[in-house]
């Protein structure tokens, strides 16, 4: 069991999606409108996402390095969604158990020290902690859905995120809104990028839909085959 998962980006012509120059190429809030269409209560970041919008700018470091060690859930609280934050090794400090109006949801590798999902628990966020030497984003999804009843589930942010979900046969659907305007600065992150394996083959799509959502933007709704 896992959720149905959703790709969701706002990218310029060329595919990149870094924020600053996103709001450059559409100031409006239909991206937010199409994220609110799709009907997500739940929505993942990674940790370079969540760095820069919501987590304190410190990091945590734990005194005590041991790590949990094994599979663990943490259910803090139960909610009709969840504002889902990816941090493998817990290095991310929280000012609140809450963001976005949704509790916040943590999740972790095993390798994430003990520490840091104990100050997690008494500040009453739930986590997940699934993997060893990463996060087995599998069985981080079927926890999801078991122990949190989470059935939709829209990827926010940012390209790495989405091309681990890719690469593991996590994306159900592709959502992407496509700026009038063009990025091309070198190094700039992809919608799905970061996947190290140069002979895998393309991963195929079946177009559902093209909207036109206002003068320059256009949505994009694909199914993975």
């Known amino acids: 069991m896992r959720?149905?998962?959703?790709?969701?980006?706002?990218?310029?012509?060329?595919?990149?999606?870094?924020?600053?120059?996103?709001?450059?190429?559409d100031p409006t809030d239909a991206y937010y409108e199409a994220l609110e269409r799709l009907g997500c209560p739940t929505q993942l970041m990674g940790r370079v996402t969540m760095?820069?919008?919501?987590?304190?700018?410190?990091?945590?470091v734990a005194g005590d390095k041991t790590p949990v060690g094994h599979e663990a859930v943490n259910v803090a609280v139960?909610?009709?969604?969840?504002?889902?934050a990816l941090d493998t090794h817990g290095r991310l400090r929280w000012g609140q158990a809450?963001?976005?109006?949704?509790?916040?949801?943590?999740?972790?590798?095993?390798?994430?020290?003990?520490?840091?999902?104990?100050?997690l628990t008494a500040q009453g966020i739930s986590w997940i902690a699934a993997g060893s030497g990463?996060?087995?984003?599998?069985?981080a999804m079927d926890r999801l859905?078991?122990?949190?009843?989470?059935?939709?589930l829209a990827i926010t942010g940012g390209g790495h995120v989405n091309g681990s979900?890719?690469?593991?046969?996590?994306?159900?659907e592709v959502s992407v809104m496509i700026g009038a305007g063009i990025d091309g600065r070198a190094g700039m992150t992809a919608v799905?990028?970061?996947?190290?394996?140069?002979?895998?083959?393309?991963?195929?799509?079946?177009?559902e839909s093209v909207e036109r959502v206002n003068e320059g933007t256009v949505w994009l709704r694909y199914k993975t085959r």
């Open 145 to 152: 859905s078991t122990d949190f009843g989470v059935t939709r």
């Open 3 to 25: 959720p149905y998962i959703i790709s969701h980006m706002m990218m310029s012509v060329d595919g990149r999606i870094d924020c600053d120059m996103t709001e450059q190429i």
């Open 165 to 172: 979900f890719l690469a593991a046969g996590l994306i159900d």
């Open 134 to 139: 990463s996060i087995d984003l599998a069985r």
């Open 78 to 84: 139960r909610a009709d969604g969840y504002t889902v």
């Open 51 to 60: 760095q820069m919008h919501y987590a304190e700018p410190e990091a945590f």
């Open 192 to 207: 799905f990028d970061g996947i190290g394996d140069a002979s895998r083959p393309a991963t195929l799509l079946t177009l």
């Open 98 to 119: 809450e963001y976005d109006d949704r509790p916040l949801l943590v999740i972790t590798s095993e390798d994430c020290p003990r520490e840091c999902l104990d100050r």
